[in-house]
């Protein structure tokens, strides 16, 4: 608490907090397994034919080609 110069207490400020979470799309167990889908599609049919597969499973674009352009990008729980 704070003291002004006549020694009387100042009220505490009050403060809003927002606590903010970032959307894990992977949470869901049918995203996650289209995922998996996809990247073991891009290993054995080539990489077009996993993007319209995740397409079609309404997997974020940004999502297909994270985990489809780089190994380095994918979830240690991802299709090895």
């Known amino acids: ?6 020694g009387l207490i100042d009220e505490p400020e009050e403060v809003d907090t927002v606590v903010v979470k970032a959307l894990d799309e992977r949470s869901h167990p049918d995203v996650e397994l289209a995922v998996n889908r996809g990247i073991a599609v891009a290993v ?3 990489v077009p034919k ?3 597969m995740m397409d079609d499973a309404g997997i ?3 999502i297909s080609h994270r985990v489809l352009n780089s190994k380095t990008r994918r979830r240690a729980s991802d299709w090895k």
């Open 1 to 6: 608490m704070n003291t002004d110069k006549d």
């Open 44 to 46: 054995l049919e080539g």
């Open 50 to 52: 996993a993007l319209k």
């Open 60 to 62: 974020p674009k940004n």
